[in-house]
């Protein structure tokens, strides 16, 4: 009789992914006002499965503000339990960079949100600055139908996210850390790497151009790994940009196949 995961067990993941994050105090609690996308999110969408995720992750959050906060991860419906399913792990550009950023912030609708009107319905109610839903489409679009990953079972976040107290700077060595420390929890079957600021702080001996026009698949923490542009923004004025992401398209593909 096939044994089928519990809820329990995904719960007990949620909290231990939480425990890693209480060391580096970068969300605390008083940061989630009403017109952040956390809340608006909440307050929208009160019954999808992340919503309740996240209000586990952030009820051990229990800290002041003492530096700059950072974007919350996102994960997909069955990241966390017990299903035998290929399981890719994303890092995207440091929240500082300009449209960066935004793909970890938004991440979390691309389980609820189907067209301009139900995005623009959300996006409005926020007071941070806009992220277009055809930047939003169009790397929905990569992602799930061009690299053919399954959302149920993808886990998205941002390169550094540890700053320094009272600066704008990131502190490189704790987000260095606190990323490995992701990497080994989330223990995922893939690495996607979008733009070079990933790489640099998992490896900074490869070189980024090198490794992006390179059709081998590179390791990282003894895990398959795919380095990519940055699919939307000024990740496109990059010389080569569409030969940069075919590369990339075939070798996440392969990875898939195997």
Known sequence: MKSWPTKKSGKMKIEKLAKIFVKYRIYPPKCYKVTTPVNIFLKDFPDNYYSKDLKKFISFQDYDPEKRGADLPWWGKHYFDER?????????????????????????????????????????????????????????????????????????????KVYNINSGDFDAELSQKLLEEEI?????????LLGSAPLKLLNSHLQYKEIVESKKIIKI?????????????RGRTQKSFKKKIEIATKKIRACLKN
């Open 84 to 160: 035998k399913e290929f399981r890719v792990m994303m890092v995207s550009q440091d929240s500082l960079s300009t449209d960066a950023g935004s793909i970890v912030l938004f991440a979390h609708l691309i389980s609820v949100i189907e067209n301009p009107k139900q995005y623009e319905n959300y996006r409005r109610q926020l007071t941070l600055g806009n992220f277009s839903f055809t930047s939003w489409d169009t790397m929905k679009e990569i992602l799930l139908q061009k690299w053919r990953l399954n959302p149920d079972f993808l886990y998205i976040t941002d390169a550094s």
């Open 184 to 192: 080994e929890f989330c223990n995922p079957n893939l690495l996607i």
């Open 221 to 233: 923490k003894g895990i398959n790994c795919v380095v990519a542009p940055f699919p939307i923004g």
